[in-house]
């Protein structure tokens, strides 16, 4: 038996064949990548090169609004030393020890959503399901900004083959931690949506929950997400609604996407919270926007509840929440809610 060499060998065992096997290449000039040694893709065209963090490919152009790629990697790296021996949602919760500016409170809110997001997700699902956008088996699938994969898990334990991309690297070893525990494979790559690391046409559909509205550039997203959904694949998604008369889904307050950036910084300033860098979109913004990126037969639906978000809830939020249900199978009162209701969900269809 030969010793083994390293050169060319990536951690977690994907090389840059298998990565070309999901549709992967430079995200520059979509051009073929070559393994460069122990922890590198390399460009066989432009030459570029790529680290690969934590066995995970990083192919990012812009970088991450919020982290540093060197925080974000040591992050990444902190996280992967425990993934094993800890559960996710612990492992979730561990990111933000020793972070002075996340309260105990806040830590134990978040990781409460973060482990609701599954159920969340099959909602999705079904509702994309219910606008004509059904995902056949055995396709493949890229889950778009898919933070800790809630989406990607739910699909990959559906039987669909997925390909998990998001702009953050610590979020994407905590999404591979899901999918361990869950028994699902989840390839998972670091890029920016504005730059898509993929083949033209590599993907039969396109997912995603709140991620355009994140996106440094919404319209430079699309573009790219028809670009690799193959002709008929469909685009799927949910993001909150701006014209939203509910709580804000990143400060909080109330119907905050109808208020200026000015008096959102001031809140936001005031209740020691982050101002969101983001972009909403009204339903009829969102139809617009996607049109304009090429997609057809584009459909918008009002996303139903979970259990788990009506659960603990007050009566006279179930009794809303019940009247929101209920106005979902009534076409004229469908369209009144769907002006004020806090999440729009979308399909569409690559052209
Ligand atoms: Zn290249």
Do not use: K
Request: hydrophobic residues 45%; aromatic residues 6%; positive net charge.
């Amino acid at each position: 038996m030969m010793m083994s060499t390293t050169a060319g060998t990536q951690v977690n065992g994907r090389r840059a064949a298998d990565w070309s096997a999901l549709g992967v290449v430079c995200p520059l000039c979509h051009s073929e990548l070559g393994d460069a040694g122990i922890a590198a893709l390399a460009c066989t065209v432009c030459g570029a090169t790529w680290p690969v963090t934590c066995g995970i490919p990083d192919l990012r152009t812009i970088g991450d609004p919020y982290l540093s790629v060197a925080d974000d990697a040591a992050a990444a790296t902190a996280l992967a030393a425990r993934a094993g021996a800890t559960p996710f949602g612990a492992l979730y919760a561990a990111y933000y020890e020793g972070n002075a500016q996340v309260s105990a409170d806040q830590v134990a809110r978040f990781t409460h959503g973060v482990l609701a997001a599954a159920e969340r997700a099959s909602a999705s699902v079904a509702t994309w399901g219910e606008l004509g956008g059904t995902i056949d088996r055995d396709e493949l699938v890229l889950d778009l900004g898919c933070g800790t994969a809630p989406l990607g898990v739910v699909l990959a334990g559906e039987g669909h083959r997925v390909l998990g991309i998001d702009a953050g690297l610590r979020w994407l070893v905590l999404a591979r931690a899901r999918a361990a525990e869950r028994g699902v494979d989840l390839p998972v790559v670091c890029a920016n949506a504005e730059r898509l690391p993929l083949r033209a046409g590599a993907v039969t559909a396109t997912v995603g929950e709140s991620v355009l509205e994140n996106l440094t550039d919404a319209d430079a997203g699309i573009a790219e997400v028809r670009r690799v959904t193959r002709p008929g694949g469909i685009f799927a998604l949910t993001t909150p609604n701006r014209r939203s008369i509910g709580p804000d889904p990143h400060l909080g307050l109330l119907a905050g996407g109808w208020r200026s950036t000015g008096a959102l910084r001031a809140y936001a300033q005031r209740t020691g919270q982050i101002m969101p860098r983001r972009r909403l979109f009204g339903p009829g913004e969102l139809v617009a926007a996607l049109r304009e990126g090429g997609f057809a037969g584009i459909r918008v639906a009002l996303p139903r509840f979970t259990d788990a978000q009506r659960r603990g809830q007050s009566l006279p939020v179930n009794v809303a929440i019940a009247g929101y249900h209920l106005s979902r199978r009534v076409p004229g009162l469908r369209w009144l809610v769907l002006q004020v209701a806090p999440t729009i969900a979308v399909v569409g269809r690559s052209t």
